[in-house]
């Protein structure tokens, strides 16, 4: 998109946009939003004051006397609310040149994901990785990042510590959420303990990777107990794999209902659900239903990784039963994962392409129904944030504007001309260059 037809606006506080096509399950507003595309879609004129939206209303309705009030005609391209990525890691991003995953495989990403962190890992390395993902998500539209943090032994400190000092830089742009990321039998130990405490001092959220094991039961336990009395909310790694017999979300969700949890709890990936029996399947949705429990889709990286085998073709798509989740009336979302490591070798944190794929993967098209709401509303809700994520008067003007008028061309041609709104203002989308990392790959090969 030309942002040079926004210089009308680059000195004004008060503006309209005319004819935008906004996904109407992006839009809350008091007023019937009506003649919907028949891809759910309503054009629409959006008045921005003082960076704030103070009216929503039909492009077929008269516009109010705006005087010397600048617009912008938008043309029928699509409007959406700044993204949510509630699933990344930003602490392994960007590492695939010096640490490729030699055969693709999971256990081959455990492998080199761990001989990198033990080799390269300290406070520079981290911040400059996360710092370089952190300005991706924000060029490309992003408003909130929940992040897993490895945090075995001593690595907690570094990368909490990294952590904080990004939250506190990058306030007011992006809000940054952490979790802990540990096996769960860790939390057996009095280490595990501690990290439960680090993390309810800095507000984050337990986490964990239980594995279908003989102490599975007492890890869950432990994990649940450690949660109750911090009054922190989980979000794990589940069944990241295609065994039919890893049914860890349904003992998640067997312990949320023994152990009484009133707290969130976001399960991600699940990929096993998706080859197991009907009926297996079915009990487990309605004990992920009874407990309240969300679950997070990670399309790309499960693509990548799941079934993958020397020469041949894999059989299915890695992701779990998105549809069937959504029928069943648990909260599904869509997020990230990995970029650029040995989890998912490619990526740019955008995730408009995270969406993308994921319609594509998952066909979530034919209808698009609500699924925008799968990488905006739903995950803001889930990790807290009520007020973004969605297009309603009274909120801040976060907003992206795509040429694409429709999800055929918004999902067809690359959107890399965006123009991305924060506050009603016009921001940078200048992607940072890979070139910055090369001083810090450079100093460790000496």
Partial sequence: MNNQKFSVISDTSNYWLKNAHVPVCLIETDSEISSQTREGLSLVNIEIREGVITQIVHSSADLPSTGDIPTVDLKGGMVWPCFVDMHTHLDKGHIWERSPNSDGSFNGALDAGARDAGKYWNAEDIYRRMEFGLKCSYAHGTKAIRTHLDCFGEEVNISLEVFQTLQKEWEGRLILQPVSLVTGDYYLTQAGEKLADKIADVGGILGAVPFMSSDVDNELDKLFSLAKERQLNLDLHTDENGDPNSRVLHKVAEKAISHQFSG????????????????????????VKEASISIVSLPMCNLYLQNRQDNYTPRWR??????????????????????????????????????????????????YGDWPNAVTKTP??????????????????????????????????????????RNGGVIDTTLPDYCELDSLFQKQSL
């Fill in 318 to 367: 890695g992701v779990t039963l998105l549809h069937e989740l959504k029928k069943q009336g648990i909260s599904v979302a869509i997020a990230s994962d990995n970029c650029r490591d040995p989890f998912f070798g490619f990526g740019d944190h955008d995730v408009l392409e995270v969406f993308n794929m994921s319609v594509r993967i998952a066909h979530l098209d034919i209808p």
């Fill in 380 to 421: 803001a809700d889930l990790i807290g944030l009520p007020n973004i994520g969605r297009i309603r008067v009274g909120l801040p003007a976060d907003l992206i504007l795509f040429k694409g008028r429709n999800f055929s061309e918004l999902l067809s041609r690359s959107q890399h001309d965006r123009v991305v709104l």
């Fill in 264 to 287: 969130e709890i976001i399960c991600g990936h699940c990929c096993s659900l998706a080859v197991q029996t009907p009926e297996k399947v079915t009990e487990t949705l309605e004990l």
